[in-house]
């Protein structure tokens, strides 16, 4: 019987130690690993048939949650490779390519809109640091370029004030990355961190929820929403959640390059350094959500982006 437990042991080490989290694969393997255990107990060798039966996408499964599982198991069947062992490997295109969905982008007036409706929460005896973290937390999450769970899950260890810079820790398939802090950002969260000791002196999160913990993903959108509904033109009918904050961050970082005349090739890696992505595509990709006449503009050298942009369809 082949050793999966050790080679899956072996591989989750290699992930950590290059800047992954664990956590991001080991479910999947360890599924894999019982899946061998219960109907290929004598098998020296992950072969075609017990990869592809493996791989098959199950009727539970949505496209992305079947792309994600196979992307996963397929990073563990290049590590047995890689070190010599005998295994199947995928074809190259077995999973379809991942459907980018459009994200709406703010204009600068629904931003200001949005930021003065979280200043005028008033406090809430039952949650008595609402009205004072809803409105720094969004603004960090928009001016820094944050994932949302970058944002409600920060350390108050990781938030240096003096010298306005976040430390943003792995999580899940993301490595650990230093985030400045523009100035009237970082003086914002001085006086938030003022009275955060006032409440809640030594807390272990910069926004702690009343367990002390940080607060939930649900809630996050969930009062974003309730920010958006309320500041909206009544018209609009757009679908938003709080990772839009971080697509128009990137886009409005694009057009201000791009209205200095500046060589957004040579500009890119350190957007895509700064977002934390862990393909440069990914950063490239938002040239597509720039206004069409900006799109054009010179300074954007398409033969060189071109093999790196993913495919946008109509349907994005």
């Not at 009727?59 to 199947?88: H, M, W």
């Not at 009237?184 to 009343?210: A, T, V």
């Not at 679908?239 to 390059?257: D, E, F, G, N, P």
Request: a positive charge; proline letters at 6%; one cysteine or more.
């Amino acid at each position: 019987m082949i050793d999966i437990d050790k080679y899956i042991a072996n591989m989750l080490e290699f992930k950590e130690s290059i800047g992954y989290s664990r956590g991001s694969y080991e479910h999947v393997l360890k599924n894999f690993r019982n899946y061998v255990f219960k109907v290929y107990p004598e098998a020296e060798v992950l072969n075609e048939e017990i990869v592809l039966n493996w791989c098959r996408k199950r009727d539970t499964e949505n496209p992305v949650g079947f792309r994600t599982r196979i992307q996963k198991f397929n990073e563990f069947l290049k590590y047995l490779a890689s070190i010599g062992i005998e295994c199947y490997k995928l074809p190259p295109n077995f999973t379809p390519k991942k459907v980018r969905h459009t994200p709406y982008i703010f204009t600068d007036d629904e931003l200001l809109r949005i930021f003065a409706e979280s200043d005028k929460l008033i406090p809430n005896p039952q949650s008595p640091m609402l009205h004072i973290i809803i409105p720094v937390i969004y603004r960090l999450i928009y001016f820094c370029g944050l994932r949302p769970n970058e944002g409600r899950e920060l350390l108050t260890a990781d938030v240096d004030l003096d010298a306005g810079v976040l430390f943003i820790r792995k999580n899940k398939t993301h490595s650990e990355r230093y985030v400045p802090m523009a100035n009237d950002m970082r003086k914002l969260c001085i006086e938030y961190k003022q009275k955060l000791d006032q409440i809640s002196p030594n807390s272990e999160y910069f926004f702690p929820s009343r367990s002390g913990k940080p607060y939930a993903h649900d809630w996050l959108n969930k009062s974003f929403h309730k920010l958006w509904e309320k500041s909206k033109i009544d018209t609009n009918k757009a679908q938003v959640c709080v990772y839009s904050l971080r697509h128009r961050y990137a886009t409005a970082i694009m057009m201000k390059w791009l209205d200095e005349g500046a060589d957004i090739n040579a500009k890119l890696p350190y957007l895509s350094r700064y977002m934390g992505h862990s393909s440069f595509s990914d950063t490239a990709y938002y040239i597509h959500l720039l206004p069409e006449h900006l799109v054009r503009s010179s300074a954007i050298d398409w033969a060189k982006l071109n093999s790196l942009i993913p495919e946008v369809t109509d349907n994005e």
